[in-house]
Structures are given as structure tokens and as C-alpha cells.
């Protein structure tokens, strides 16, 4: 399975975009950027390989087989499905990102499940934190955000799998998530 390829072609879905431009209008303060150049969509790769991975490994043990393509338009199916929730799921958790103080461990732990850490990036652990709340939303996120939506409502049985598979094991940041996608809900 290719991350880089289920993302280009869930970026290529009209579907998708859609739901993008949706997104956008219901929170208007997020930096949102069209940007997409191969550096971000190499970067989205390598930070959702292992989500995805996650998803794959579930479905082939539902009895489901997909090809990245396939894989794609069944996400997107999916995300279409629960729109509405989606996206007041991931305003949410936008907002929640936005407000909340990053914890260092918190961090150095997702750079760890992204293989990459701040020596690599050249940057303190303050410059790093800085850019996570001024950094802007591409068309990933919506994939991004969707992923522990999709495990929170279907394999909430798999959270603690889902957490070792995505490196976050020993971070709050799920918990934190699912908080977020228990209040949305209501």
C-alpha cells in the first residue's frame, strides 16, 4: 500500500474536494492553504502511512480488499456518508488545536510516530511548537482528521491498537481527540 497514492487519488475525487471546500467555509479562521506540491503531499504521506495502514489492516480483517484507488473512493464514500458529523468533528478539532497548549512530550512523541525529530528539523522544541499554531491546513487534513473520527465511531475496540500503530502509545493526544469527538457529538 502506497499512502502517497491513496492520497492522490483522493485529492484527484471532485467528492472530496468538495468536502474540502466545505470544510473551509465552516471555519473561515483557519489558515487554509491550496498549496499542494509534492513536498506536502510526500509529507502527508509520511504522516498518515501509518493511520492508514490502520484502516487497511481493519478492513482486510472485515474481509474487504482494496486497490489504493478503490481504497480512496471508499473513503471518500465514507466521509460523504457522515459529512455533517465530519466536519463539525474536525471545526472542533481545529478549534481545539488552536486553543490548546502543545505539551513537549506530546510533541516529541508525534514526531517520533512521523520518524523524525527536532534535531532532523533543525529547530527547538519552542520554534517546533510555534509553527504547529501557525502553521496552515492543506487538503491532508481532512484525511487526517477523519482517520481517529472513522476508528472512534467503528473500532473503538482497536483504540488501543490504533494507538500503538500510530506511535502514540504513550501520548494524551488520542484521548484528547476522542474528548474532542465525544463533545462534537452533542
Not at 492522490?8 to 472530496?16: C, D, H, I, P, R
Not at 527547538?124 to 487534513?141: A, I, N
Request: some cysteine; glycine content about 2%.
Amino acid at each position: 500500500m502506497y499512502a502517497q497514492t491513496i492520497i492522490s487519488e483522493l485529492f484527484q475525487l471532485s467528492e472530496y474536494t468538495m468536502l474540502w471546500e466545505e470544510l473551509k467555509n465552516q471555519y473561515p479562521n483557519a489558515n487554509f492553504t491550496e498549496d499542494m506540491d509534492n513536498h506536502r503531499l510526500s509529507a502527508a504521506a509520511d504522516t498518515l502511512v501509518n493511520d492508514l495502514q490502520f484502516i487497511v489492516s481493519s478492513l482486510e480483517t472485515e474481509g474487504h480488499e482494496f486497490s489504493e484507488q478503490e481504497l480512496a473512493v471508499y473513503l471518500c464514500n465514507k466521509m460523504i456518508l457522515q459529512k455533517a458529523r465530519l466536519l463539525q468533528y474536525i471545526t472542533a478539532v481545529l478549534l481545539y488545536l488552536k486553543n490548546e497548549e502543545l505539551s513537549d512530550s506530546d510533541v516529541e512523541a508525534s514526531l517520533a510516530a512521523a520518524g523524525t525529530d527536532l534535531s532532523e528539523l533543525g529547530m527547538t522544541l519552542e520554534e517546533f511548537k510555534q509553527l504547529l499554531k501557525q502553521g496552515d491546513y492543506d487538503k491532508s487534513c481532512l484525511l487526517e482528521y477523519f482517520i481517529p473520527f472513522e476508528v472512534f465511531n467503528n473500532y473503538q475496540d482497536k483504540l488501543d491498537a490504533y494507538r500503538a500503530a500510530t506511535g502514540e502509545a504513550n501520548s494524551t493526544y488520542i484521548n484528547e481527540l476522542f474528548v474532542v469527538y465525544t463533545a462534537s457529538l452533542q
